[in-house]
């Protein structure tokens, strides 16, 4: 049994991972639940947004700057795929075959530019941590936690208190008769599937924070953010955080008392009874 120190610092490594599993899954959260599309070019897009941060900060600029010329990109290439999708009236199960492809063309676009190689992104942020009693809190994974909170916190209160969110959902709900209310649903698609994607790519600038960059890796986040959005709840803003927050946890504690060959069980087994016990149901 591993000491109660190492058992706490295991724990809070599994906080910050795990959020970074509900950042990475909130985007994809609200594609699936309120666009009722299943949008796997989200993990290209986060893994595009990583590389591209990596770039911008290896020629001086601050890996956080970047946010302010990597979101806006990302909005427009989430607005413009989903254009694409709408104008030909692509079904979700079609999105996920469509948006799987479009991540094979991303991942040989990452290749081709940055090479198969790995890439690791060192920036000022990179060494610093602090000490809170016995445990070593790491600011990268810090701001991390930090972005997930606000940004699921922000989403919800959107979705929640505003008349866009309330359209929003609205329009997911029922289409034509939201539509009927004066909703456009296409603006308001456009909108959201911009948003998604804007919220990939800061995960994306996240993962570069913390993760050493290869572009097979990109498939690795599929099983355990899939098992987040499952668990958190399809359209959800909260859930995907808190069921990262789990996950990350749970796979934390197996690695400390077990080997970290076992870790990705938790979240493939957490997957499995999910589909097994709520078959297609969403909320």
């Known amino acids: 049994m591993p000491s109660l120190s190492l058992l ?3 724990i809070l490594s599994g906080i910050f991972v795990g959020a970074l599993y509900g950042l990475m899954g909130l985007g994809l959260s609200l594609s699936w639940g309120l666009l009722r599309l299943i949008n796997l070019a989200h993990f ?3 893994f595009l947004a990583a590389y591209l941060c990596y770039q911008l900060a290896s020629k001086g600029m601050d890996p956080l700057l970047t946010l302010g010329l990597i979101v806006p990109v990302f909005f427009l290439l989430g607005a413009g795929l989903h ?3 709408a104008r030909f009236a692509v079904s979700p199960f079609n999105s996920l075959l469509l948006s799987f492809g479009l991540m094979g063309i991303v991942e040989s676009l990452i290749q081709s530019i940055w090479t198969a190689d790995f890439r690791k992104l060192e920036s000022s942020y990179a060494h610093m ?3 809170l009693g016995h445990l070593y809190v790491p600011v990268p994974e810090l701001i991390t936690l930090l972005l997930a909170a606000l940004l699921c916190l922000a989403v919800w209160a959107v979705l929640r208190y505003t008349d ?3 359209a929003m959902r609205a329009a997911a709900q029922d289409a034509p008769v939201a539509a009927a209310f004066g909703v456009n649903e296409k603006a308001l698609g456009l909108l959201l599937a911009g948003v998604c994607s804007a ?4 995960a994306g600038v996240c993962v570069a924070l913390s993760f050493t960059l290869a572009p097979s890796q990109m498939y690795a986040w599929v099983g355990v953010v899939f098992a987040a959005v499952m668990l958190g709840g399809l359209g959800s803003a909260l859930g995907p955080l808190a069921a990262g927050l789990l996950i990350g946890v749970s796979e934390a504690i197996t690695m400390a008392v077990t080997a970290p060959s076992w870790a990705p069980i938790v979240s493939f087994t957490l997957l499995i009874l999910i589909l097994l016990l709520r078959p297609g149901k969403s909320t």
């Open 83 to 85: 254009w694409v999708m």
């Open 8 to 10: 706490s610092q295991s």
């Open 129 to 131: 941590k602090f000490r």
């Open 164 to 166: 866009l969110g309330k």
């Open 44 to 46: 290209a897009f986060a």
């Open 199 to 202: 919220l990939a790519s800061v």
